[in-house]
């Protein structure tokens, strides 16, 4: 078992900068592929971005390529999220996940929310204009 906990959720104007956290507890993190995806109101849930194991892989949807990146650090059980230039419509709730596996297989293939296992609780991100 895994648990999720987000943070750095909160409201920020468009243009500007904000860094989620999500700190891991449980199975071991360091074997596992975490990703982050986000959910705004009315729509379905959607992928965001996913890192290896070991950091060294990473992929992103295009909607935030050039303007998110995902990290993390083994020693701390922890996977970040830090997101620039932001736009009103990356406003959502976001959400941590972890995988069972080490990677996610990302060639020709968008991430699904059902490659990952364990869920955090969200956190809100408004970008207002």
């Known amino acids: 078992q895994v648990q999720l906990v987000e943070s750095g959720g909160g409201s920020v104007q468009a243009g500007g900068s904000s860094r989620l956290s999500c700190a891991a507890s449980?199975?071991?993190?360091?074997?596992?592929?975490m990703g982050w995806f986000r959910q705004a109101p009315g729509k379905e849930r959607e992928f965001v971005a996913t890192?290896?194991?070991?950091?060294?892989?990473?992929y992103y949807a295009d909607s935030v390529k050039g303007r998110f990146t995902i990290s993390r650090d083994n020693a701390k059980n922890t996977v970040y999220l830090q997101m620039n230039s932001l736009k009103p419509e990356d406003t959502a709730v976001y959400y941590c996940?972890?995988?069972?596996?080490?990677?996610?297989?990302?060639?020709?293939?968008?991430?699904?929310?059902?490659?990952?296992?364990?869920w955090g609780q969200g956190t809100q991100v408004t970008v207002s204009s």
């Open positions: 996940a972890a995988s069972r596996a080490a990677a996610i297989i990302t060639i020709g293939h968008m991430p699904t929310p059902y490659e990952y296992d364990y």
């Open positions: 449980g199975r071991t993190f360091s074997n596992s592929a």
């Open positions: 890192i290896s194991w070991s950091g060294s892989s990473t």
